[in-house]
């Protein structure tokens, strides 16, 4: 049953038809209840938020049956709509077409506004299914976007606070550096006094041994 429906709307030759795909995406917004579940099974390919639909044929089904659950009793649209689409095998132009199923309708007491009318009904099915989807789609984006914004907001704060320890770290390590080379300095300068008093006392301590060896030398040779 659901098959002959959707027989209406779609031509199961054009599916491959990019023509046609682009004028049921014109005319049908995905929506639904069960419609986003369908989705979370298939891996999302971007993250892109402007990325551009494609007609889905399980959301399709989920449209069709909400109109084929809510049909009206009756000629109505719907039949006129299969009118329609029993003319279109035949070689005439799109006014006579419409005005000969509009003949079918007036020989059944069907007014065009009866027809109109309840073409809007269906709309406003087509609606609440929408409705529906817009629903739970938002309780997921909720409950996992939003979580996952929290998560990033967090991180970036974790970044934050490890750039300020960073900064503080590398100004802490500056300063240690700074340490580290006037001690090397104060280092280098006490070196160099030590190395200098060793040399003065060395000095020193040759020139009176010299001079003590000297005298011992002389008292040896001139004393005897």
Do not use: C, W
């Amino acid at each position: 049953m659901l098959k002959k429906f959707k027989s209406l709307f779609i031509i199961e030759e054009e599916v491959h038809d990019k023509s046609a795909e682009k004028d049921i995406k014109q005319s049908v917004n995905t929506t639904g209840n069960s419609i986003v579940k369908s989705q979370t099974s298939t891996p999302v390919r971007s993250t892109i938020s402007n990325q551009s639909g494609e007609v889905n044929e399980k959301f399709l089904n989920i449209l069709f049956e909400a109109l084929e659950k809510n049909n009206l009793e009756g000629f109505d649209y719907l039949e006129f709509k299969k009118s329609l689409q029993s003319l279109s095998k035949m070689p005439m132009d799109e006014v006579t077409r419409f005005k000969s199923a509009f003949a079918m309708a007036s020989s059944m007491n069907v007014s065009k506004n009866q027809i109109i009318d309840s073409a809007d009904f269906y709309l406003q099915i087509l609606k609440q299914e929408e409705q529906k989807f817009n629903d739970v789609l938002a309780k997921q984006k909720s409950t996992k976007v939003h979580a996952q914004e929290e998560q990033v907001k967090q991180l970036e704060n974790t970044v934050k606070l490890k750039a300020e320890q960073i900064k503080k770290l590398t100004s802490e390590i500056e300063q240690i550096q700074k340490e580290i080379k006037i001690t090397n300095e104060k280092i280098a300068e006490q070196t160099a006094k030590v190395s200098k008093t060793k040399n003065d006392f060395s000095m020193s301590y040759n020139m009176v041994v010299k001079q003590i060896e000297t005298d011992v030398a002389n008292m040896k040779k001139h004393l005897s």
